[in-house]
């Protein structure tokens, strides 16, 4: 290979034994998970047997704990509780909302913080999830874009959050009894923090996790992806994932877009949409969600609107389009439009044949609603100065 040749990683990443510790199985692929058992001395014709037993007792029936694996011969457990752990992030404080959302603050290695939203709804319970801590991009809207990029998630950090909700929902099954088909944690969205196409292998990794039919078994119709417009990954994520889609359109024109999602001047609105154009057949799935925010005289005339259709016409893409009201934050530089004129807008795109709805703000009393996301250390610091401030107390 040549010096400039570039990097590729097409090799299983075998998972990194750390001198100081067991390795944690979550998070691994059947494949990596396979590696490690070999690794760690069992026979390689047992291996992919092994992978299915242990798989089953973490992802169908939530066990943390070696001992409980009563299909497994008491030296094998034993030899499991020496070399591996089975670890997700820790929960820091729950909110609970008057609508019935949930926050969790949840702590990763490093003693980052990440929050996860579980939004209830009638039919089904939808969790939010981040993939990153904070973000590298800086969407003028989004209260997670004003804190820098802290580091990606792994995927067991990842699917970690699946597991913590259904741990705090007590919806993990029990072994003989009958199967229960209403799941209170139906769907994902990654939409929390951080830009899941940043991180795309973690990111695959757990969605295929959450995906698996021996285990959480969510359908990939039931999984979303936002992402601001990274256009190279859209391909990979149809062929890789294969989830629903959705994107934070926000502007319709690049000079809009390039202030609001700023991502745009590295690719913009034309090479976005000729990606999205193409990801329903590439993913078997159905239309791709167009997020919308709505932006007080920034991005909210009937203008917009028709150029809204326009792109979306001209590209013949099958779409929802999805109308956010802009959820505020301290400091933040924008105001939501208002209700007559998100209800005009909703009604121009509903007439030319698409589905327009308007999100209702969910969790907004305690901070959960979208874009309002950010660690809680820095905003405690922050209160903190505020709260000095107000009491008059000398800052520093
Ligand atoms: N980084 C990804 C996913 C996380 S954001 C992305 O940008 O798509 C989830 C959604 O909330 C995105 O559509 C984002 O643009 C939107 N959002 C961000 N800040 C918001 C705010 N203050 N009010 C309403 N929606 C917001
Ligand atoms: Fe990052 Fe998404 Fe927020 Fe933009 S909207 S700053 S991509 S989290």
Redesign the pocket.
């Known amino acids: 290979m040549s010096a400039t040749a570039p990097i590729t990683q097409d090799v299983m990443t075998i998972p990194r034994k750390l001198p100081e510790g067991p390795v944690n199985l979550v998070g691994l692929t059947r494949d990596q998970m396979r590696a490690a058992l070999i690794d760690a001395g069992t026979p390689e014709k047992q291996a992919k047997m092994r992978v299915n037993q242990i798989w089953q007792w973490i992802y169908q029936w939530g066990k943390r704990d070696f001992a409980e694996m009563t299909n497994l011969a008491k030296p094998y457990r034993a030899m499991l509780a020496d070399k591996f752990v089975i670890e997700i992030p820790e929960v820091v404080s729950r909110q609970i909302s008057e609508d019935g959302t949930r926050k969790y603050l949840v702590r990763i290695a490093g003693g980052h913080e990440v929050e996860v939203v579980y939004i209830p709804e009638e039919d089904r319970g939808t969790l939010c999830v981040s993939s990153q801590v904070g973000?590298?991009?800086?969407?003028s809207?989004?209260?997670?874009?004003t804190q820098k990029l802290v580091r990606n998630l792994t995927a067991g950090e990842i699917i970690g959050q699946v597991m913590m909700a259904r741990d705090d929902l007590e919806e993990w099954p029990t072994q003989g009894a009958p199967k229960d088909e209403t799941r209170l944690l139906s769907n994902i969205v990654l939409m929390g923090?951080?830009?899941p196409l940043y991180n795309f292998d973690n990111v695959r990794d757990a969605m295929k996790i959450a995906m698996d039919p021996e285990g959480i078994q969510l359908s990939r119709r039931r999984i979303t992806l936002?992402t601001?417009g990274v256009v190279p990954e859209i391909a990979r994520t149809a062929q890789e994932i294969g989830c629903q889609l959705a994107i934070?359109f926000h502007a319709t024109t690049d000079d809009t877009r390039d202030k609001l999602?700023p991502?745009n001047k590295r690719w913009n609105i034309e090479e976005l949409l000729a990606s999205l154009a193409a990801y329903p057949k590439a993913s078997n799935s159905e239309r791709i969600t167009f997020e919308y925010v709505m932006l007080d005289g920034i991005n909210d005339s009937d203008e917009d609107a028709h150029r809204l259709i326009d792109h979306i016409k001209r590209h013949q893409i099958p779409a929802k389009i999805n109308l956010i009201p802009f959820n505020e934050w301290p400091g933040a530089p924008y105001k939501r439009s208002s209700n007559n004129r998100i209800r005009k807008f909703a009604d121009i795109i509903y007439k030319a044949g698409y589905a327009s709805p308007i999100r209702t703000p969910r969790g907004e009393d305690i901070m959960a609603a979208c874009?309002q996301l950010k660690s809680a250390t820095e905003r405690a610091r922050k209160s903190r100065r505020q709260i000095e401030a107000e009491a008059g107390l000398p800052q520093g």
């Open positions: 973000c590298t991009l800086t969407c809207f989004c209260h997670t874009g923090m951080g830009e936002s601001s934070s999602v991502i874009g």
